[in-house]
């Protein structure tokens, strides 16, 4: 089974700010039929469901702000919001699709400094 | 819009069953793999199962393996989680979430899992005696 791995566990940045959130995997998660990384990002706020932000490592949901983008390739990825926002905070959760049983990383809760 | 409305949690005693239900609008429900996601009180996301579009394959969490069935009935846009030898640590919110790719006879053969792009409110699930 594939395990993921966010660090850091919770991130302070100050409003304006770039926030980077890494999530490293056991085993490449390098899709062979598309050439694509299996990893999606997703931000949950407190009281709601998860939503989508990021799939295939790099492409950004419909709707989903700009200033959030996805990196990475093989094991190590990151998320990066450009210029955080009050509505950022949040806590991030990375997931592979690569192989069943999908996972996820434990999460990142992003506050405000 | 593309909504998902999960029912069926309460409470429950060990080892008693408890079945959910996740009904679906606003896209093809038999088109896509669906999957359940559950929150235990303060926790993080766990990955639970999948089911393929049509219904054939499954994949478990090796937790509820053995435990949990799920299945989809296309013709009520309905998705369902059957959970049997319910333990005090299956005590959760149940997320039911649509996979992101369409799938149809010609695609999805092997791999018909993927990122979850639609979720509903979640159900909530306590297991106590």
């Known amino acids: 089974d594939i395990v993921m791995t966010q660090s850091p566990d919770s991130l302070a940045v100050s409003l304006g700010e770039r926030a980077s959130i890494n999530c490293k995997s056991s085993q490449s998660l390098l899709y062979s039929s598309n050439n694509q990384n299996s990893l999606a990002w997703y931000q949950q706020k407190p009281g709601q469901p998860p939503k989508l932000l990021i799939y295939w490592a790099s492409a950004r949901e419909s709707g989903v702000p700009d200033r959030f983008s996805g990196s990475g390739s093989g094991t190590d990825f990151t998320l990066t919001i450009s210029g955080l926002q009050a509505e950022d905070v949040a806590v991030y959760y990375c997931q592979q699709y690569h192989s069943a049983p999908c996972s996820f990383g434990q999460g990142t809760k992003l506050e405000i400094k | 819009q593309e909504r998902l409305v999960e029912s069926g949690g309460g409470v429950v005693q060990p080892g008693g069953s408890l079945r959910l239900s996740c009904a679906a609008f606003?896209?093809?429900?038999?088109?896509?793999?669906m999957h359940w996601v559950r929150q235990a009180p303060g926790k993080g996301l766990e990955w639970v199962t999948i089911v393929s579009y049509d219904g054939s394959n499954q994949y478990y969490a090796d937790s509820v393996k053995g435990r949990f069935t799920i299945s989809k009935d296309n013709s009520k846009d309905t998705l369902y989680l059957q959970m049997n030898s319910l333990r005090p640590e299956d005590t959760a919110v149940y997320y039911c979430?649509?996979?992101?790719?369409?799938?149809?006879?010609?695609?999805?053969?092997?791999?018909?899992?993927?990122?979850?792009?639609?979720w509903g409110k979640g159900t909530t699930v306590i297991v106590s005696s």
């Open positions: 606003g896209f093809t429900f038999s088109a896509h793999g």
């Open positions: 979430a649509k996979d992101g790719v369409r799938c149809s006879s010609t695609s999805c053969l092997t791999h018909f899992y993927s990122y979850m792009d639609v």
